[in-house]
């Protein structure tokens, strides 16, 4: 299926691994030219190599902090200069820390508005115009499982990527005559550092070891397994693609089937 991403210029922000990193390399496999961002300016470049050696396309880089007004500019610029315009944009963010809600203090809530919140409204803010002027454009947005069903301990990610959804499917309305989509799409457990933080983290929590976290996870997921970050990657360069142009304010789950709701 030929996706109609060749020469599209894309976004892709906490890509120098992980999720961020699969999206970035299905995009710079279908031809898309991909500028990825992230705060650690030796691990980005790094990661930009790694897609250039892979892939063999346009692969740019930009160390900035998207919780800054000035990393959101500083990202958003370099597209801009780079490539001229950005028709595609998937903000991605590091899962804020797990915890339950006493020991979460709202400086800690405030941190994570800044990381997960004001970073995806603001670059969308930057981004959009031209999209909506050239009439096409995708926004795509990394939340969680934990919008449609919240898991014990993640206070922070449940309740701050649900405002995010609720953003996503406001903006899709306002934007959809424009010929600009803006979905969100939810990874299930993925071999992920930040899914092998969590196991261990409950492990440490409940005395048990980071084997059997990990076996009571696959046993609550239907196709007994945790998910690889390609196959994450390559539902996310769907829904950015030209293919998936009449699919707009949606919330996709890539995740085994493991949410047992009906939306």
């Known amino acids: 299926m030929d996706l109609g991403l060749k020469d599209k210029a894309a976004i892709v922000s906490a890509a120098s691994r992980g999720l961020g990193y699969a999206v970035a390399r299905e995009l710079a496999a279908e031809g898309a030219r991909v500028m990825i961002c992230a705060r650690d300016a030796e691990r980005v470049e790094a990661a930009r190599a790694a897609l250039v050696a892979e892939t063999g396309a346009d692969v740019r880089a930009v160390a900035a902090d998207l919780a800054t007004t000035e990393g ?22 590091g899962g804020p820390p797990s915890g339950p809600f006493e020991k979460l203090s709202w400086d800690l809530w405030q941190r994570e508005v800044d990381n997960l919140l004001r970073g995806t409204v603001e670059l969308t803010r930057r981004v959009l115009p031209g999209m909506r002027e050239r009439k096409w454009g995708r926004i795509l947005n990394v939340t969680s499982i934990t919008v449609k069903q919240p898991v014990d301990g993640l206070m922070l990610s449940n309740s701050l990527r649900a405002a995010i959804t609720g953003f996503a499917r406001t903006l899709a309305t306002e934007v959809a005559r424009d010929g600009v ?50 196959e994450f990657g390559a539902m996310a360069a769907f829904l950015v693609s030209e293919r998936a142009s009449y699919v707009t304010g949606q919330s996709v789950a890539v995740d085994g089937g493991w949410i047992r709701g009906l939306y």
């Open 181 to 230: 989509t803006v979905n969100c799409i939810l990874p299930g457990f993925t071999k992920t550092e930040r899914v092998e933080q969590l196991s261990a983290a409950t492990a440490e929590r409940e005395g048990l070891t980071v084997a059997e976290v990990n076996a009571r996870t696959e046993a609550q997921i239907p196709m007994r397994r945790i998910g690889e970050p390609r």
């Open 72 to 93: 959101i500019a500083a990202v958003a610029s370099a597209a801009e200069r780079a490539f001229g315009q950005v028709d595609i944009l998937v903000n991605n963010t």
